[in-house]
């Protein structure tokens, strides 16, 4: 006889009291109980609350808050009626320009405690509209039987299961506010349990979705995703494997494209790494632009250059720039975006500058002024050749604020150059990632 399996009655949520003394770089509240460090999600520095406990760990805990007994005054009502259960969003909770002030101390704080860095001037932060901002996302999609209908959105908080949601206020409207559509639409096709999720990519004056199959489409679904298109106004693609897969439902597309400053039109793909928030990137390469104050007489090297954001804005002020990334196919297209805007003076490498580029023929090179754009790892790896490059000047620009204080050190304490400014650019209103920018000046 078969044992019977001695299954574990799920014993009830344990809560406590907790009193909130300051903010994680997360955007989680910090208390400590029981002389342990507990990490709250939705609580807010000052307030006084009830958490029930999603972990316990030896030396830290964390938990979710389940009522606020004293609430903070800079606690607002999230604007979204699904920011309870949908992770998309992690700080609606608190009033937007609080946002910007608790990034800018999680800014300061990382350089403190990891750089040992306080005499700098801080740069007024980038800001822009909290609502409607993001131009880029994957949307996951799953056919949920229980509930009658196909999910399209975000993950539940600390959760891998899809949040059932209408629609999303950060998410630029032409998307935003047509999630049910696309749930009615996905509900409609035969391969509705094969679609895992739609990547979404806006430009100035078109939406591209990017569907995910599992299976190929019957004719019958195509009828109906051509019908979607023509009467949303989008352009769809379809992807069965890899990035090379992505092909248009139907006909040549047009390419996606949007303005930058000094008359640069950006052209891209429905899939490449664009930034999510359209408006901050231009005031961002306008900050670069101001900061780096280039003339004909400077010779500047852009890092992990991606499609030539920064390169083809400089390169129309130069003397010259030499764009540098570690996808060849992103390379390809740079050279195509340098061409489509008349820029003969700025060249474009391949390298991994995560590893040795000592042999690279750019490295040859004098450059007085540098402009880093790494991704969440940093850019440690390239940092002592700057000194030997002769750049008097280096703009990084950050997705993490860890790393950036990180390099900071290097720069400040082992190559001897001297951190004057830095800021936060909030390219993700209501979320806790912190985007910032730093000039280092020798």
């Given at each position: 006889m078969a044992r019977r399996r001695n299954r574990r009655k799920k014993l009830p949520p344990e809560t406590a009291n907790a009193c909130i003394e300051s903010m994680a770089h997360d955007g989680r509240g910090i208390a400590h109980v029981d002389e342990k460090a507990?990490?709250?999600?939705?609580?807010?520095?000052?307030?006084?609350?009830?958490?029930?406990y999603s972990k316990k760990k030896k030396?830290?805990?964390?938990?979710?808050v389940t009522e606020v007994l004293k609430a903070s005054a800079d606690r607002v009502d999230p604007g979204c009626e699904h920011y309870a259960i949908c992770g998309g969003c992690s700080l609606q909770h608190l009033d937007p320009e609080k946002q910007i002030l608790a990034k800018q101390s999680i800014l300061i704080n990382q350089f403190k405690s990891i750089a040992k860095l306080e005499n700098f001037e801080l740069w007024p932060a980038l800001t822009g509209p909290f609502l409607g901002y993001r131009h880029r996302a994957r949307l996951g999609v799953k056919d949920v039987i229980k509930k009658g209908r196909v999910l399209v959105g975000f993950r539940e908080k600390a959760s891998p299961f899809l949040a059932e949601i209408e629609s999303c206020e950060v998410l630029h409207p032409s998307v935003?506010?047509?999630?049910m559509d696309l749930s009615a639409l996905i509900g409609g096709l035969t391969i509705k349990d094969k679609i895992p999720q739609i990547e979404v990519s806006i430009c100035d004056n078109r939406t591209a979705l990017v569907f995910r199959i599992l299976e190929p489409l019957s004719d019958d679904d195509i009828a109906i995703l051509s019908a979607f298109e023509l009467s949303a106004e989008v352009d769809i693609y379809t992807q069965s494997k890899g990035p090379d897969t992505i092909a248009p439902l139907s006909g040549e597309k047009p390419a996606l494209s949007y303005a930058l400053?000094?008359?640069?039109?950006?052209?891209f793909g429905p899939s490449d790494f664009v930034q999510v928030?359209?408006?901050?990137?231009?005031?961002?390469?306008?900050?670069?632009?101001?900061?780096?104050?280039?003339?004909?007489?400077?010779?500047?090297?852009d890092l992990f250059c991606g499609l030539g954001n920064f390169t083809l804005p400089m390169a129309k002020v130069a003397g010259h720039v030499t764009g540098v990334e570690g996808s060849e196919d992103l390379i390809k297209r740079a050279k195509k975006n340098a061409d489509k805007n008349g820029i003969n003076n700025a060249s474009f490498y391949t390298a991994n500058l995560m590893e040795e580029v000592a042999d690279e023929p750019w490295t040859k090179q004098k450059y007085n002024k540098v402009l880093i754009d790494?991704?969440?790892l940093g850019a440690k790896e390239i940092l002592h050749y700057l000194p030997t490059w002769g750049a008097e000047h280096v703009l990084y620009i950050s997705c993490n604020p860890s790393t950036l204080a990180r390099d900071a050190a290097i720069l400040v304490n082992e190559l001897g150059y001297t951190m004057k400014r830095a800021g936060v650019m909030d390219m993700f209103p209501h979320t806790s990632h912190v985007e910032s920018i730093a000039l280092f000046v020798k």
């Open positions: 507990v990490f709250i999600a939705g609580a807010l520095p000052g307030e006084e609350v009830v958490f029930e030396d830290f805990a964390e938990g979710r935003g506010k047509r999630l400053p000094n008359d640069v039109t950006l052209y928030n359209v408006e901050i990137n231009r005031k961002m390469i306008n900050r670069a632009l101001q900061t780096l104050d280039l003339n004909e007489n400077d010779n500047v090297l790494p991704p969440r």
